[in-house]
């Protein structure tokens, strides 16, 4: 066995820059996500509160790392456990550092921000069975809302010492990194990181700019960055070819001005928004220089960020004791990613597009997917290891080997992944396995491709609960799923992102049918993100022979909210338009659906969704069926409970139980 002997760590900069973070958790096997300021000589320590301890060396065989600059090493720890750990008590556990000098230092020393009051460790719990969820998307940094992952740490900490009534996981639903909505002072931490850690550059062919360092120095780099992606004024063609002759760019967030382009760059962010420690490191950083236009909007979102880092040891600490999955949306790539088979062919065709969607899938594999599946990522790890040493000495990358390592990314097709507990937890990959439009590639394509729904149908064969993880809801407000509608029809789907289940007939379809197939669960709890508001629905098949019941639960964002005015508005007018006896049912694609919204305790006018930052949480009955559903808001309102119809509003004060027993 080999073991990871530590290089020096340069001067001034911590062992561990972010983590760690628990991914998969099983009782024979742990896996772990931790960044540090070089290969470091890790010892995990496993204390049961019954059974003696164990200290098991993180050899070459336990822990990959990853380098992506001079000073930032990912250690991908995957632990395979030959004696398992018991469920449904408490681990105290640890990683141990040993230094040059033979020293050794816990977590204790090198991150005491991750221990709750009173704790010499961190600690997990293996739960059973997955029947208590958190669960949440759309984290923006620079959004004004307090961060819902801080509100779920607060929670914790009240049952942190009570097994039974630990969530089983953190179901990270989406959008946990916003690579194309990025906030001036953001950007400037993030090049301040970039070069104090030496994160590794790169050649940009298709480019404006030629290199990463010509595109950190460009006068357009702040605020202005539109103008250096594809498609915009100065290029005419591809612009004509994909917006018809329309002004608007490739990248069709609004919000694109500082949008990510670099893989060090989006590297970067994933350590500003999991750690408080790579703060410390850029707290000096001068601000760019900046037009005076933009001095305003500068102090708004340094403003907004501040609350975000007071915040961040709190959602460091969350995620260093509960199980944590994630899958991608949009926004962790880009806005409205694989949207249409239109956008597909348009930006994988530009080599510089192409670049920056790859960029933030592999930072995406390294930092989130790899942990939801380690064993599907031995190859594309090898070929990222090979990526790295092509670095030296001039710290930028190898640009054909990267291009390479992009292909690969672009083509996989392993980002879902099944969870095998009670009840079965499946999460779905819609951004990359597209039903596409073939006569019509401008619109939107279907979330899942024939393929994909197929497998799925053999995931769920002969169970008899199942949680499904689709990142966009399956089951969404009716009135906005017509607006969506229309503005497809009226070649506008890029600019109210057309994207909802029922869009496409075929997916749709396809997806009713698994449900409704007599070997698939009766049961269903459908978790969802994406939207900035939360709802619940209980969902029902007409007339099948054996009507399946399907509850769709929506919790978003986690640090992100809708316009509230127009939010009132959209949500009033579908009770009018949509109410059960209403005749516009039948000339919309779910009339063979009977819904019942579960309404929100704390509504003040009859609202059917709620509109506030936070993180939301299920608990489950032995048949998998909601037994309470609550969000908890970030801003310090009593937790919001989902109502079904027969409930007394008397059993609203178990929501201020925020993590307790069912």
């Known amino acids: 066995m080999h073991r990871l002997f530590p290089t020096p760590v340069s001067e001034g900069l911590p062992p561990v820059l972010a983590g760690p973070i628990l991914r998969r958790l099983e009782p024979d096997r742990l896996v772990l996500w931790l960044v540090g300021s070089a290969p470091l000589d890790l010892t995990l320590v ?21 380098r992506v600059g001079r000073h930032a090493c990912v250690h991908l720890i995957d632990v395979a456990l030959p004696e398992p750990l018991p469920q449904d008590t408490i681990i105290e556990y640890d990683l141990v550092i040993t230094q040059g000098d033979g020293s050794e230092a816990g977590i204790a020393i090198w991150a005491p921000h991750l221990l709750h009051a009173g704790a010499v460790r961190p600690n997990m719990v293996l739960r059973s069975r997955s029947d208590n969820i958190l669960f949440g998307s759309c984290r923006k940094p620079h959004h004004p809302a307090p961060d819902g992952l801080a509100r779920a740490d607060a929670l914790l900490a009240e049952h942190v010492e009570r097994a039974d ?8 639903c989406g959008d946990q990194v916003y690579a194309d909505d990025v906030a001036g002072p953001m950007l400037a931490a993030i090049h301040a990181l970039i070069r104090r850690l030496g994160l590794y550059g790169e050649c940009l062919e298709g480019a404006v700019v030629a290199d990463s360092e010509a595109l950190y ?14 498609a915009f004024k100065s290029n005419r063609a591809l612009r004509e070819r994909f917006f018809g002759g329309s002004e608007k760019p490739i990248f069709t967030t609004a919000n694109a001005h500082n949008h990510l382009v670099t893989l060090a760059e989006v590297m970067a962010m994933y350590l500003l928004v999991w750690s408080p420690v790579p703060w410390q490191l850029v707290a000096d950083a001068p601000p760019p220089a900046l037009a005076s236009r933009y001095a305003g909007r500068w102090r708004r979102e340094s403003g907004a960020l501040a609350g975000f880092r007071r915040d961040l040891p709190q959602a460091a600490r969350l995620l260093a004791h509960v199980q944590t999955l994630m899958i991608f949306d949009d926004h962790d790539i880009s806005d409205d990613w694989n949207l249409s088979a239109k956008w597909e062919s348009t930006v994988y065709g530009h080599p510089f597009a192409r670049r920056i969607v790859g960029n933030a899938l592999v930072a995406y594999m390294l930092c989130q997917g790899w942990g939801n599946r380690p064993e599907m990522f031995g190859t594309a790890l090898d070929e990222l290891a090979a990526l790295a040493a092509t670095a ?21 097709r392993q980002w879902g992944y099944v969870v095998r507990t009670k009840p079965t937890v499946i999460v779905l990959d819609t951004r990359t396995r597209r039903w596409r439009n073939r006569y019509r590639p401008g619109h939107p394509s279907g979330l899942m491709d024939w393929e994909a729904l197929t497998e799925l149908q053999h995931e769920l064969l002969d169970e008899t609960e199942a949680v499904i993880v689709s990142p966009t809801p399956m089951f969404g407000v009716k ?5 969506q509608r229309i503005a497809t029809s009226a070649g506008l789907a890029l600019s109210v992102d057309a994207e909802n289940w029922m869009a496409h007939r075929g997916a749709a379809g396809s997806m009713l049918n698994i449900f409704s ?3 698939t669960p009766g049961n269903y709890v459908v978790l969802s ?11 029902e098949l007409r007339d099948s022979d054996r009507p399946p ?29 949509y109410s059960p006896r209403s005749p516009l049912n039948w000339f919309t694609k779910r009339r063979d659906l009977v819904f019942t919204p579960h309404l929100p305790d704390r509504r003040q006018h009859g609202e059917r969704v709620w509109n506030g930052a936070g993180i939301g949480q299920v608990w489950l009955d032995a048949q998998g069926r909601p037994l309470r559903i609550v969000q908890h808001n970030a801003d310090g309102r009593p937790s919001t409970r989902f109502l079904a119809p027969e409930q007394e509003p008397s059993l609203a004060a178990a929501a201020e139980q925020p993590l307790g027993k069912h």
């Not at 000495?393 to 083509?411: E, H, I, W, Y």
């Not at 009135?479 to 607006?483: A, D, M, Q, R, T």
Request: charged share 30%; hydrophobic share 40%.
């Open 46 to 66: 496993l204390a049961p509160r019954e059974g003696a301890p164990r200290r098991l060396p993180l050899d070459t065989r336990r822990c990959r790392v990853i």
């Open 165 to 172: 009534e630990r969530p089983a996981m953190l179901m990270l």
């Open 217 to 230: 120095r460009h006068a357009a780099s702040y605020y202005r960055r539109e103008e250096l992606l594809p």
């Open 392 to 412: 030296a000495p001039d710290g930028r990358l190898d640009a054909p080997v990267q291009d390479a390592l992009v292909k690969r990314l672009l083509s996989f």
């Open 479 to 483: 009135l906005i799923e017509v607006v």
């Open 517 to 519: 197939h007599s070997r």
């Open 529 to 539: 993100g994406d939207v900035h508001y939360s709802f619940a629905y209980d969902v």
């Open 549 to 577: 019941h399907i509850w769709q639960i929506t919790s978003s964002g986690i640090k992100n909210e809708f316009p509230r005015r127009l939010l009132d508005w959209l949500d009033r007018l579908n009770r009018w338009l």
